[in-house]
């Protein structure tokens, strides 16, 4: 008795750290625009931009190429701001509020992050519709649930980093800094823009085979368009799920210890 | 009983002392009050009670359970109103206090009840369902007040409940601390660097100075410590004259500032006359004098040598405060 109003209690902090996001997300009309947005111009104007170009070993067209990889974009910069956002509760006080409730740490990490990765799968969702209005070809209906598994471990595992950034972070001028010192080089190394093949330099492809996005990216564009993907879909996400599950870990611990 | 016990609480920042081996104690249903300029150690106290920050040493219980060891059971008794706003701008009043019900486990009914309690009790039902973005600051103070009694705590703390509001506001806002202490029986701790706030509040003060209590008593008798009146004069020779004015057993707390003097006296009034004699007969020039009711600024002054007001000290504790804030919390001012 004494164990289920204990967790359901922790259910329902869950569920109001969920809802708070939601609503936040729903009211701040620039963010929702500007979120949905990026992420098109790059699908449209790159896509359409070098639908002619061919790179070596490509098959189909360079838009059904990107789409993919916009989708784990737009995931990734909503889920990473998502983590951050810690900075803002914060600086504006209400992070105090939700640290005096009698609720365990652990559930305000999982509603943070359920919150964050239902925004991002959101959006994420919103690039791959229109990518498959464009005639994005897929490989079967029942490969998209592969998709949508590997869209939600990426989204965690950036709310994660989100985290770990945030508790490291001492103010918004430094996050700004760090993530496009870390964010352009991860996008630009994941073959999300061009293809990571034989006839790229070495250095470069050990690179982007160091970079966790790759598999991310590999992954979705494996179980959902069934070309171009250097891996089996299936280990892309064997490694994903390693990663999402270390960087959450490591992630929550950080929030605990940065607060105490 | 006992609603909050300390024992030699302690917190310190990087070989900084920010508390100091405090020990107190609140009894039930009072309202009690630490009264210190700012960087005294008042929010660090508060952060150390509700569990924010951990204590270097000592310890200290609330409801009888230990802030160290039994965290979740002390955020079940208590409600905090924090000294900057922690309010969610983007929800509306009662989407914040419905957020904050739910995060205390409150059932349905509960909140919907509740909810309407605290909201009248702070008269904010009109602006229930505006977004917390456009209140303004008195608004703010008052919704993070009923917030703080939504889940009817044993405690409730609040760190300076009426900083940076006008007069009218604050008037205000010490009505609905009566009201409520009265009404839901709240016992209250708060921290203030204002005399007239502790004065017009609290049962009990604690004056804290560089992380040190250095007195606790009621407000009345604090005050009867320093004299029943206390006279303030501008004079030629202070030194000479306050050496002399030390001998006459009637004077108590005789303090001398750069130009003027101040003690206490019973029936004030009386004794100036006899004070001008005993200027007259050491040949000393009164240039002017002042009689008044004690104030806890007095109290404060005979306790720390030094006023409250002053701007120097002020400026600096407060720059001091704001370094010790970017090392607990990371954070950029």
Redesign the interface.
């Given at each position: 008795m004494g164990e289920e109003t204990v967790s359901h209690k922790e259910l329902q902090a869950i569920y109001v750290m969920w809802l708070r996001q939601m609503k936040r997300f729903v009211r701040a009309k620039s963010r929702v625009v500007s979120t949905i947005v990026e992420p098109l111009f790059f699908l449209f104007i790159l896509g359409f931009g070098f639908n002619i170009a061919t790179f070596p070993g490509m098959e189909g067209s360079y838009l059904y190429f990107l789409s993919p990889g916009i989708i784990a974009m737009a995931i990734l910069f909503s889920s990473m701001f998502t983590g951050v956002s810690v900075l803002w509760d914060r600086q504006f006080g209400f992070l105090q509020e939700v640290l005096v409730a009698p609720i365990s740490r652990l559930s305000i990490v999982i509603g943070r992050t359920l919150g964050g990765a239902t925004v991002a799968l959101f959006q994420g969702s919103l690039i791959l519709v229109i990518a498959l209005a464009l005639g994005l070809p897929i490989v079967n209906v029942g490969n998209i649930i592969l998709t949508v598994v590997i869209m939600v471990e990426l989204s965690f595992t950036a709310v994660g980093f989100g985290l770990i950034i945030a508790s490291k972070m001492q103010d918004f001028e430094g996050f700004m800094s760090i993530m496009n010192l870390i964010l352009m080089p991860l996008l630009f190394l994941s073959s999300a823009f061009f293809p990571i093949s034989e006839s790229l330099p070495v250095w470069l492809r050990t690179l982007s085979f160091a970079n966790p996005l790759f598999y991310m990216i590999d992954g979705i564009r494996g179980s959902l368009t069934g070309m171009n993907n250097v891996l089996d879909p299936l280990v892309d996400l064997a490694i994903i799920t390693f990663l999402c599950v270390t960087v959450m870990g490591l992630g929550s611990y950080l929030f605990n210890k940065s607060e105490a | 009983m006992d609603i909050i016990a300390t024992d030699a609480l302690t917190k310190t920042f990087d070989g900084f002392t920010a508390v100091d081996h405090i020990s107190f104690s609140v009894q039930k249903g009072e309202i009690f009050g630490f009264l210190g300029p700012n960087g005294a150690g008042k929010t660090t106290t508060i952060k150390m009670l509700?569990?924010?920050l951990?204590p270097t040493s000592g310890s200290a219980t609330i409801a009888a359970y230990n802030i160290k060891t039994q965290r979740?059971?002390v955020?079940?008794n208590?409600g905090?109103v924090?000294q900057?706003?922690?309010?969610?701008?983007?929800?509306t009043g009662r989407?914040n206090l419905?957020?904050?019900a739910?995060?205390?486990?409150l059932s349905k009914d509960q909140r919907l009840q509740r909810i309407e309690q605290v909201l009248t009790l702070v008269d904010l039902m009109d602006k229930k369902d505006v977004?917390v973005k456009f209140y303004s600051g008195g608004m703010k103070r008052r919704l993070e007040i009923a917030?703080g009694l939504m889940h009817s705590p044993t405690v409730l703390f609040l760190d300076e409940p009426t900083l940076g509001l006008d007069a009218q506001t604050r008037r205000a806002i010490w009505e609905y601390i009566k009201h409520l202490n009265r009404e839901e029986h709240t016992t209250i701790f708060l921290t203030t660097h204002y005399m007239d706030e502790a004065d017009y509040l609290c049962d009990r003060i604690g004056i804290i100075d560089h992380g040190k209590i250095l007195v606790i008593d009621t407000v009345d008798t604090l005050k009867k410590t320093v004299g029943n009146d206390v006279i303030t004069l501008t004079c030629s020779d202070v030194q000479r004259f306050q050496q002399r004015l030390a001998a006459e057993p009637w004077i108590t707390n005789v303090k001398q500032h750069t130009s003027s003097l101040t003690f206490g006296v019973e029936s004030g009034e009386e004794k100036i006359p006899v004070i001008f004699d005993i200027a007259r007969a050491t040949n000393v020039t009164i240039s002017s004098v002042n009689v008044r009711r004690p104030t806890l600024d007095d109290v404060f002054l005979s306790y720390t040598g030094r006023s409250m007001r002053e701007p120097d000290a002020e400026k600096t504790t407060s720059a001091a405060k704001k370094t010790r804030r970017l090392f607990r919390?990371?954070?950029?001012q």
């Amino acid at each position: 008795m004494g164990e289920e109003t204990v967790s359901h209690k922790e259910l329902q902090a869950i569920y109001v750290m969920w809802l708070r996001q939601m609503k936040r997300f729903v009211r701040a009309k620039s963010r929702v625009v500007s979120t949905i947005v990026e992420p098109l111009f790059f699908l449209f104007i790159l896509g359409f931009g070098f639908n002619i170009a061919t790179f070596p070993g490509m098959e189909g067209s360079y838009l059904y190429f990107l789409s993919p990889g916009i989708i784990a974009m737009a995931i990734l910069f909503s889920s990473m701001f998502t983590g951050v956002s810690v900075l803002w509760d914060r600086q504006f006080g209400f992070l105090q509020e939700v640290l005096v409730a009698p609720i365990s740490r652990l559930s305000i990490v999982i509603g943070r992050t359920l919150g964050g990765a239902t925004v991002a799968l959101f959006q994420g969702s919103l690039i791959l519709v229109i990518a498959l209005a464009l005639g994005l070809p897929i490989v079967n209906v029942g490969n998209i649930i592969l998709t949508v598994v590997i869209m939600v471990e990426l989204s965690f595992t950036a709310v994660g980093f989100g985290l770990i950034i945030a508790s490291k972070m001492q103010d918004f001028e430094g996050f700004m800094s760090i993530m496009n010192l870390i964010l352009m080089p991860l996008l630009f190394l994941s073959s999300a823009f061009f293809p990571i093949s034989e006839s790229l330099p070495v250095w470069l492809r050990t690179l982007s085979f160091a970079n966790p996005l790759f598999y991310m990216i590999d992954g979705i564009r494996g179980s959902l368009t069934g070309m171009n993907n250097v891996l089996d879909p299936l280990v892309d996400l064997a490694i994903i799920t390693f990663l999402c599950v270390t960087v959450m870990g490591l992630g929550s611990y950080l929030f605990n210890k940065s607060e105490a | 009983m006992d609603i909050i016990a300390t024992d030699a609480l302690t917190k310190t920042f990087d070989g900084f002392t920010a508390v100091d081996h405090i020990s107190f104690s609140v009894q039930k249903g009072e309202i009690f009050g630490f009264l210190g300029p700012n960087g005294a150690g008042k929010t660090t106290t508060i952060k150390m009670l509700t569990t924010l920050l951990t204590p270097t040493s000592g310890s200290a219980t609330i409801a009888a359970y230990n802030i160290k060891t039994q965290r979740a059971n002390v955020r079940e008794n208590i409600g905090v109103v924090f000294q900057e706003p922690a309010l969610e701008t983007e929800l509306t009043g009662r989407e914040n206090l419905d957020f904050h019900a739910r995060m205390y486990g409150l059932s349905k009914d509960q909140r919907l009840q509740r909810i309407e309690q605290v909201l009248t009790l702070v008269d904010l039902m009109d602006k229930k369902d505006v977004c917390v973005k456009f209140y303004s600051g008195g608004m703010k103070r008052r919704l993070e007040i009923a917030r703080g009694l939504m889940h009817s705590p044993t405690v409730l703390f609040l760190d300076e409940p009426t900083l940076g509001l006008d007069a009218q506001t604050r008037r205000a806002i010490w009505e609905y601390i009566k009201h409520l202490n009265r009404e839901e029986h709240t016992t209250i701790f708060l921290t203030t660097h204002y005399m007239d706030e502790a004065d017009y509040l609290c049962d009990r003060i604690g004056i804290i100075d560089h992380g040190k209590i250095l007195v606790i008593d009621t407000v009345d008798t604090l005050k009867k410590t320093v004299g029943n009146d206390v006279i303030t004069l501008t004079c030629s020779d202070v030194q000479r004259f306050q050496q002399r004015l030390a001998a006459e057993p009637w004077i108590t707390n005789v303090k001398q500032h750069t130009s003027s003097l101040t003690f206490g006296v019973e029936s004030g009034e009386e004794k100036i006359p006899v004070i001008f004699d005993i200027a007259r007969a050491t040949n000393v020039t009164i240039s002017s004098v002042n009689v008044r009711r004690p104030t806890l600024d007095d109290v404060f002054l005979s306790y720390t040598g030094r006023s409250m007001r002053e701007p120097d000290a002020e400026k600096t504790t407060s720059a001091a405060k704001k370094t010790r804030r970017l090392f607990r919390w990371g954070k950029k001012q």
